[in-house]
């Protein structure tokens, strides 16, 4: 099982980060370990030895078929549900990364840093490009995001990530986070929401 993740995909996002309204001239592609996943509920236990770790709430696609070099017009058959996700960074290893021209994988793959929801089928939706996302902590709404405002849409991805990888069923898509980034702390309660379906619900330990 492979996650990818896609980075810089909200224009916001992008100016909350470095300062600047931009687009990628391509997707921004990073992965992350099979062991960063977190699921049903479990704990996130907060590194003490990674600085500040903020969330990044994104949506989540499951991929349920085997595909390679898919053509953009047929990308919609290779997945069937979606949930809410954290995307979990260390922020302070993240801009030292950056700064010093090094992968991410240090600051986004760490164990625990891929928080999954309960998953929806596709179905449920009228259109995957017009799904509102929540997260609330501590019960305060603090990022929320619509998939209306991706610079890069699902299937654009899908078509472009398996250029260079074989999509195989049960494999992860994070398709990017809105504006809205923000610290978690010891004793945070996390829920995420697609429209108002609560899927994500878990701690911070």
């Not at 992350?32 to 030895?49: N, Q, R, V, Y």
């Not at 929806?120 to 995001?145: C, S």
């Not at 299937?155 to 260079?164: G, H, K, L, N, P």
């Amino acid at each position: 099982m492979k996650i990818f993740a896609i980075g810089m995909n909200y224009i916001r996002h992008n100016k909350e980060l470095d300062g600047a309204l931009y687009k990628p001239e391509e997707p921004v592609i990073f992965t992350k370990a099979d062991s960063a996943l977190l699921k049903d509920g479990k704990p996130f236990f907060l590194p003490d030895d990674m600085g500040r770790v903020d969330y990044e709430t994104e949506l989540v696609v499951r991929i349920c078929r085997l595909g390679k070099s898919i053509p953009q017009r047929f990308a919609h058959r290779y997945y069937d549900a979606v949930t809410v996700g954290i995307d979990f960074t260390a922020r302070d290893l993240q801009n030292k990364l950056r700064a010093e021209g090094k992968p991410w994988e240090l600051c986004k793959g760490f164990d625990g840093s891929a928080v999954i929801g309960n998953w929806v089928e596709t179905e449920k939706f009228r259109d995957i490009q017009a799904i509102h996302f929540h997260l609330d902590v501590n019960g305060t709404a603090v990022q929320e995001g619509c998939t209306s405002d991706m610079l890069f849409k699902v299937d654009e991805i899908i078509a472009y990530v398996s250029r260079f990888f074989t999509l195989k069923t049960g494999d992860l898509l994070y398709t990017g986070t809105p504006v809205g980034v923000g610290p978690v702390n010891i004793g945070d309660h996390l829920e995420g929401y697609l429209e108002d379906r609560k899927v994500l619900d878990f701690n911070v330990r």
